[in-house]
């Protein structure tokens, strides 16, 4: 008889729990794994996928405008939001499907609801009580909305997502990554865009030119940027929402939507109580290893707080599988990884922004290119792109790489091949251009932006 009723019970069946279990299962562990929700997780059912359809969706309205610069003369168009979320939902239940069976090819058993942990060997679901030789947190993490009055008027990007009819207005609130995503979706489709942040400018903790740039081609699609403010009350407007900002103004409309961070999935989930340490924000702490500091309680994705990507939760479950359980060591590696922003234009890069190159290598060398994209030449769009390359100035090895414009994101994911294998600014020179793309401008950067500190000097 086992000693326990399973080798490895995951919380989870998101990006990250699916592709453990799924591999562990595979090498002949049994597995359970714990849903609440639907299995998916954010990544497939809530986030990047449901989300980059619609950013398809929303910009056809620009390419349909384009297409006149070239000739095409096309009626009145107009958009069924309805049927658009109709479709989205029935490619969502496909792919929710494909994941059940991945779980259920893998041998790995399913229970619905909400897993809680009772100690480090036990897990409760329901009135069932499972016990397991490990136990797998990969519960992900949920929107987190600060305490501002009427913030139950808000809506989330979960939310978002699902609305039946489109909101003729939107009051945005963050400019994270989730936030200017939005904010370009809805624009897209005709709504009146506000984006209410509190920093300067948008996307904090990308390189600088890459946030200028955004900022000011959000406000040329015309969204209407309100930097440095926040809501400080909200309040239901007949059949919308009236947000009062912290200059004094309101804004009316139909709908509010706060997209300020995400937290943590571990509230109720029994952790600490079960001894497993957790960050001030309720993240699982982990080692390299993705281990908790409970030895039989491991810990992958956005519940730990590393790097919020599910690319990088399912290296991390791959990691933790092969290791545990096909005796092949190997920990995930969060060097330069690349992601992207699906803001519109996308926003993509890997590796260091300007400002941490400096921090970590002292002197680099910056290269900078802006353009207009060549598709746009024949039409009115004034959307523009900007390509910047940070190169250590001591090794000449480039440690970051940015880009705003049409397919910043199909690009960056090659150059960041390059970027991970240490490339030089000569290597990238050596290579040929494809011509005449957007990409090529990363291997034809010649001039040097100079230093700040040296155009300190020269104006002295
Ligand atoms: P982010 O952490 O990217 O941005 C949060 C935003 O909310 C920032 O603008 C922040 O302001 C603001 N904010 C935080 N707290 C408050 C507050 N109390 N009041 C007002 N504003 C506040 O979070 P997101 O929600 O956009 O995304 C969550 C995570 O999901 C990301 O970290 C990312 O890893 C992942 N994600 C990845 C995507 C991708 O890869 N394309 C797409 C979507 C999400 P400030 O800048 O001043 O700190």
Not at 172 to 191: D, H, L, M, P, Q
Not at 229 to 252: F, N
Not at 317 to 336: I, K, L, W
Not at 385 to 411: C, F, N, T
């Amino acid at each position: 008889m086992p000693r326990y009723d399973y080798d490895l019970i995951t919380i989870g069946a998101g990006s990250g729990g699916v592709r453990a279990s799924r591999l562990a299962g595979s090498y002949g562990a049994r597995v359970a794994v714990i849903e609440e929700i639907r299995e998916g997780g954010t990544c497939v059912l809530r986030g990047c996928v449901p989300k980059k359809l619609l950013v398809y969706g929303s910009h056809v309205g620009e390419e349909l405008a384009d297409a006149e610069g070239y000739g095409w003369t096309i009626g009145p168009a107009t958009h069924d939001w309805a049927a658009m979320i109709a479709a989205k939902n029935r490619e969502l239940d496909r792919l929710h499907g494909i994941y059940v069976s991945l779980l259920e090819n893998a041998g790995v058993h399913r229970y619905r609801g909400r897993g809680v942990v009772r100690d480090a060997h036990t897990v409760e679901v329901g009135d069932r009580v499972l016990t397991g030789e490990r136990i797998l947190i990969a519960v992900g993490g949920w929107p987190s909305l600060p305490r501002v009055p009427g913030i139950e008027l808000a809506l989330t990007s979960n939310e978002a997502l699902e609305l039946p009819v489109r909101p003729e207005r939107i009051v945005i609130v963050g400019s994270g990554y989730i936030a200017v995503e939005f904010a370009s979706i809805f624009r897209g489709f005709g709504s009146e865009v506000d984006l209410v942040f509190r920093a300067e400018r948008p996307l904090r903790g990308f390189d600088e030119d890459v946030r200028v740039m955004l900022g000011d081609e959000l406000a040329k699609k015309g969204i209407r940027l309100h930097p440095g403010l926040l809501p400080a009350e909200i309040g239901q407007d007949g059949s919308g929402v009236r947000t009062r900002l912290t200059s004094g103004q309101t804004l009316h409309a139909d709908a509010i939507m706060y997209a300020t961070g995400r937290l943590p999935n571990t509230r109720g989930l029994g952790l600490s109580e079960a001894g497993v340490a957790l960050t001030t924000k309720g993240a699982v702490q982990v080692d390299g290893w993705s281990r908790s500091s409970v030895p039989s309680i491991h810990a992958i994705g956005d519940v730990t707080d590393r790097l919020n990507l599910t690319p990088v939760a399912i290296a991390e479950g791959r990691a933790f599988a092969e290791t545990v359980y096909n005796s092949n060591p190997m920990t995930a590696d969060h060097e330069d990884v690349p992601s992207a922003v699906f803001s519109q234009p996308p926003v993509a890069s890997v590796g260091l922004a300007e400002h941490d190159a400096r921090e970590r290598y002292g002197e680099v060398d910056v290269y900078v290119a802006g353009f207009r994209p060549m598709k746009y030449t024949l039409t009115r769009n004034q959307e523009r792109g900007m390509q910047k390359l940070i190169v250590d100035r001591a090794s000449q090895r480039v440690v970051g790489a940015h880009m705003v414009g049409v397919d910043a994101a199909e690009i960056i994911q090659g150059i960041a091949i390059a970027v991970r294998m240490k490339a030089t600014k000569a290597d990238f020179d050596a290579t040929v251009g494809v011509h005449p793309t957007a990409a090529e401008e990363f291997v034809t950067m010649r001039d040097r932006r100079p230093d700040p500190v040296r155009q300190v000097a020269a104006a002295q």
